[in-house]
């Protein structure tokens, strides 16, 4: 069972930074993620990255503004998340799996950390 342990959100004001941090307990070769839930809102797809790091994939409300990267020799996954909206607002949920992280391809989730920008 491979835990998966979530920092570095918070409260920001619109335009801000953050980066998320995302830490596995083992070594992984799955897929790795981040995932977001708004308030009354399903939970979506944010970004993807493969396990060597060679194929990423965004949804495209972040496109240009988020950027996905892993640390293999860490099992750490990150989110840098730059120019922060209000409707970035959500738990963001770090999650392991394979493909395309399509939710029938979720191993693992993250316990989520909150992120709330202010206006």
């Known amino acids: 069972q491979v835990q998966l342990v979530e920092s570095g959100g918070g409260l920001v004001q619109a335009g801000a930074s953050l980066k998320l941090v995302c830490a596995a307990s083992e070594r992984t070769s799955y897929v790795m993620g981040w995932f977001r839930q708004a308030p009354g809102k399903d939970r979506e797809f944010v970004a993807g990255?493969?396990?060597?790091?060679?194929?990423?994939n965004y949804a495209d409300f972040v496109k240009g503004r988020f950027t996905i990267s892993r640390d293999n020799a860490k099992n750490t996954v990150y989110l840098q998340m730059n120019s922060l909206k209000p409707e970035d607002t959500a738990v963001y949920y770090c999650?392991?799996?394979?493909?395309?992280?399509?939710?029938?391809?979720?191993?693992?989730w993250g316990q989520g950390t909150q992120i709330t920008v202010s206006s």
């Open positions: 990255i493969s396990q060597s790091g060679g194929w990423t």
């Open positions: 999650a392991l799996g394979r493909g395309f992280l399509r939710p029938f391809e979720i191993n693992y």
